[in-house]
């Protein structure tokens, strides 16, 4: 098996839809042996294993971790990628669709690191999906945006902690990517001119270049790259100045 990732074990969650799906297919690309996550799992293959796991309960995570382990004697690497959202005003959002996101953003991100670390007794990489939104608010997206800054941040705690032990621990944070969770977004008439206004590279980004990222800090390219957060987001992030070509025109 040839790759950068040859003969190594990896765990990722939320692997069945989107950015998951595409860090798997590159893990598999790349020669890692790979066991996915996810609360609907997709079909095993060839060096995939899929199992039922719902990251905001401990004994599931730890079951999704142990699987890899007994299955292929270690664990190397681990891509947090499983998230969601139920968005709405601060004066209309529920106690429950609060503790939802954030459990599911930032909950579910400690309890994989917990394990995940356990696990990697040889040292490893582990790199968790937070977001622009950890940077950027956005309307109806407190607990959300919330959330996934407290994973960036819980990002840097655990690089603190594990790299004395060999492990890295790093952030991604996507712009706008077309998946299934932004669908509503990306279809949208009324927002379109908005996204092409604000995204320098005027598109949304594919899930394979932010899966392309992970991989990246993942690997062997970034052996001394822990604690940090990489925007991958088509230049989303700044633009937030006011755009002074209106003044030559
Ligand atoms: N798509 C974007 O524009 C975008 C931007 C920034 C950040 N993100 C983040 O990227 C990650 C992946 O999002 P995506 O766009 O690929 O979405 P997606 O909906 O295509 O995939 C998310 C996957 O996570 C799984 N999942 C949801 N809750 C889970 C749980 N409790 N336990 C295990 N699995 C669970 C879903 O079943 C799904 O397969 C999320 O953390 C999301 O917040 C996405």
Redesign the pocket.
Known sequence: MTGRFAGQVAVV????????AATVRGLLAEGALVVG????PDEARDGYTPVR????VEAEVEKLVRTAVEAHGRLDLAFN?????RSAPIVDQTEEDWDFTVD??LK?VFLSIKHQARAMTEGGAIVN?????AHVPMHFGSA?ASG?AGAEMLTKNAALELGPRGIRVNAV?????D????AGLTASEVLADDFLDAIVLGR?GR?DEIAAAMLFLAGPEASYITGTSLVVDGGWEITGYPDLRKLRR
């Open positions: 969650t939320g692997a069945a839809s989107g950015i998951g996550g996810d609360l609907q796991c719902d990251v905001t990628v499983a998230g969601a959202a599911l953003v579910g999906v937070s977001s622009l939104n959300y996934k944070l996507p712009g706008l990517v998946t299934p969770l932004t949304p899930p």
